[in-house]
């Protein structure tokens, strides 16, 4: 059998979307027809049609042929030609054809037309995946999504014609009465409000059960249909999930726990499969199925590692992600690769050399699978403190069940509990417990910290200043203490609570980094909505900020920075700039694209004119700044986000040894943690910066020190902006000095 179109190639020019079939007659005989347009290549017009053959094929319906002709345009009434009509009328004769299929979606009228040409019955794309959809709904929620989207699509195609003597219709004003096509149409409209009503019943019983088990670790399997992601399914749980070689073999969504256990509980949803252009009726309607997804902790992207068309899969999928909203961790899982050999295994492994090659099939390569899926986990983590009252024992059981206690505490007030748990579960449980307090005195401080386990005391005997609050911080006072054994320790505390997500992400990023860079970062032992706590680092800060803003230095020379300072920072931020993005998402850290930063940055502006008041000449530069492209092509790489010498504690040679507050932290542009080194030190620095960077392998970007330049540059704005958010006068005071300095240089 042939492929027909305007201009039929020779057969070896042309690979054929379909296969003869010589197999008995099915009930149904089609033919596909399809419109290339110009910016549809044959091979992408040849891969919708073979997927439109198998999702036919799922219905009972042979295909014996594929008709297309080219077009400039899908939106004629008419759609084909007279002479392709005329040869598809010829093929539906001479092969008893009983149904044509459209590969794409027809209007109502194209539909009306169509099927007015050809004299037989004509369905698009989007009727035969509804079509199987509702041979596939097995739950009330699938059945119900499925009934919607019907409705959604039949509600245009109802018309005159496809009515029963639309001519008499119901009563009305004026004796003018409603057609049957108008009465149609309504009764479908209230059909469809008493179906949304009931799904929002039962999405409302959803998602209370999946609140249930947001403690949980929860792993969505998405994928193209028939990828084997229910086979996985079941490998990975050990449960009797539905298991065939069919298109759409699952709709809904199957919750099962992961087996062998983990704790916390780890639990696996296999979601409804995707495919080229699902009908966005179906996407409307199952976003509910979908929410698994959107709450995952983790999505795995499953493949079918033999299909040569998994690329396109693969972007399909993230599409769908992206229009429902989901963006949390993901990883992509090769499965089926059982079915390859060890070429190409090793093919797959150049193209994709993070994703996993697994097979449902292969008890070995399932265990490496949830070992990943463990790790992960792991790495999800955020190592927090509780504080439960003797008398919210239900929390106490609660956190038990989902987070691995580390310490347990019993004092006066309740019990003490370090935990680790996913990111989602804390907040669950902070919900429930009292609010915490803010501390202005050191004594009530060290109370809080002594209800938590951890006895400190001020050091008296050998710092004059002990006793007091550090208060140069902005967001967080600091007191430095010892322990029993005379150890230093440093404890912060918020001056806003507000402060606790923010806080959340930087223990999150802690955790992930302090055994990856070649300086020591806090390790925190004790982190609460209220107190921070951890052991003092070596070293001594880069400069010193005095309560009336005066900088001391120590124990580097600001007029001539060493070398040794100037390697140790370029050898610290390679390391940073080293580090896979994967494991950087994994752990939470956000990510600002140069689009992102420059909107942001640009949005401040506006705000801050009025109180920075510049001079026509330093506006003018600013905007400079944001309109000039070849300064935003940069590529995202970890950045501190606020590295000045204040955090960067140095040992009596100079170089940096550790580095501190990492609050700001994210991958973004790289200027951002050199631009200090155009404010705080001589000309020349930043380019003796970038020479070493560059022996030690950072990837900072192009036009580095022009970045840094007009970065620095900006910074007036930067602080100005976070002066007016937070109503702190001395930020709003050097941001007018910065200003100056600049209006002075021009």
């Known amino acids: 059998m042939r492929h027909h179109d305007d201009t039929t190639p020779d057969a070896d020019e042309r690979r054929e979307p379909f296969s003869t079939h010589d197999i008995t007659p099915t009930p149904e005989r089609a033919l596909i027809l399809s419109v290339q347009l110009s910016h549809t290549d044959d091979e992408e017009l040849y891969s919708s049609a073979r997927e439109l053959e198998r999702l036919a094929n799922t219905l009972g319906i042979e295909v014996l042929g594929f008709h297309s002709q080219r077009r400039s345009s899908s939106k004629s009434a008419k759609l084909l030609g007279t002479g392709k009509l005329e040869e598809i009328v010829h093929a539906i004769e001479e092969l008893g054809i009983t149904r044509v299929l459209f590969d794409g979606e027809l209007t109502p009228r194209q539909h009306d037309n169509l099927e007015e040409a050809l004299g037989l019955k004509v369905t698009d794309r989007s009727g035969v995946v509804l079509r199987i959809f509702e041979e596939r709904a097995q739950t009330r929620q699938a059945q119900l999504e499925v009934d919607i989207a019907r409705i959604a699509y039949e509600l245009p195609r109802v018309r005159r014609g496809h009515v029963a003597d639309d001519r008499r219709g119901g009563g009305g004003r004026g004796e003018k009465g409603h057609t049957n096509v108008e009465l149609a149409r309504q009764r479908l409209r209230d059909r469809l409000v008493t179906l949304r009503r009931e799904l929002t019943d039962l999405q409302q019983h959803a998602a209370t059960q999946r609140a249930r088990r947001s403690s949980a670790f929860q792993v969505a399997l998405v994928g193209y249909t028939n990828a084997g992601k229910s086979s996985l399914m079941r490998a990975l749980t050990s449960s009797e999930v539905l298991v065939e070689d069919k298109l759409f073999a699952t709709l809904g969504t199957t919750v099962r726990k992961l087996d062998p256990p983990l704790q916390p509980e780890v639990v696996v949803s296999d979601t409804v499969g995707f495919i080229k252009r699902l009908p966005h009726e179906l996407v409307a309607s199952f976003k509910s199925t979908l929410d698994e997804a959107h709450d995952a902790d983790l999505l795995l992207y499953v493949l079918d590692a033999s299909d040569p068309e998994w690329p396109e899969h693969l972007n399909v999928t993230r599409e769908t992600i992206q229009d429902i909203g989901a963006n949390p961790h993901s990883r992509v899982v090769f499965n089926k690769v059982d079915r390859l050999d060890d070429a190409e295994r090793a093919s797959l492994r150049m193209r994709m050399p993070d994703a996993l090659q697994v097979s449902a099939m292969r008890p070995e390569l399932v265990k490496l699978l949830h070992a990943e899926i463990a790790r992960i986990q792991e790495t999800s983590f955020v190592e927090e403190s509780l504080l439960i009252p003797f008398e919210l024992g239900h929390v106490l059981g609660a956190v038990h069940e989902g987070a691995r206690v580390v310490e347990q505490h019993h004092g006066p007030r309740g019990t003490a509990l370090k935990v680790r748990a996913p990111a989602h579960a804390i907040p669950l449980w902070r919900a429930e417990l009292p609010d915490p307090p803010l501390f202005d005195d050191v004594d009530s401080l060290l109370e809080r910290a002594a209800d938590y386990g951890l006895e400190l005391m001020v050091d008296d005997a050998h710092d004059p200043s002990a006793g007091v609050f550090d208060e140069s911080g902005a967001d967080y006072r600091v007191l430095h203490a010892i322990d029993q054994e005379g150890d230093p320790w440093i404890v912060r505390t918020p001056r806003r609570l507000s402060l606790y997500e923010a806080a959340r992400q930087e223990a999150r990023a802690l955790r992930a980094l302090s055994d990856e860079l070649p300086v020591e ?33 120590h124990p580097s020379n600001p007029q001539n920075p060493s070398e040794a300072f100037l390697r140790s920072v370029a050898r610290t931020i390679a390391a940073m700039h080293r580090l896979p993005a994967s494991r950087l998402e994994a752990a939470g850290i956000p990510q600002r694209s140069p689009h992102q930063e420059r909107d942001h940055l640009r949005g401040m502006l506006p705000r801050v004119l009025s109180v920075l008041k510049p001079s026509s000449e330093v506006r003018e530069r600013w905007e400079r700044w944001l309109d000039a492209d070849h300064l935003w092509a940069w590529e995202p790489r970890l950045v501190h986000g606020d590295l000045h010498p204040g955090h960067l504690l140095l040992d009596e040679r100079g170089q940096v040894i550790g580095i501190i507050d990492w609050s ?75 200003v100056k300095a600049l209006e002075s240089q021009a």
């Open 521 to 553: 970062l806090p390790r925190w032992e004790l982190h609460t909505p209220e107190i921070i706590a951890y052991r003092r680092l070596q070293g001594s800060p880069g400069w010193h900020i005095s309560s009336t803003g005066e900088f001391s230095w």
């Open 664 to 738: 700001e932290v994210h991958r973004g542009d790289p200027a951002i943690d050199l631009s200090f080194f155009i404010g705080a030190f001589p000309p020349g620095t930043l380019e003796r910066l970038r020479d070493l960077l560059d022996e030690e392998g950072a990837e900072p970007g192009f036009a580095l020190v022009e970045r840094c330049r007009e970065r620095w540059a900006y910074y007036a704005v930067i602080a100005a902006d976070w002066a007016l958010d937070n109503d702190h006068d001395q930020a709003l005071a050097h941001a007018r000095n910065l």
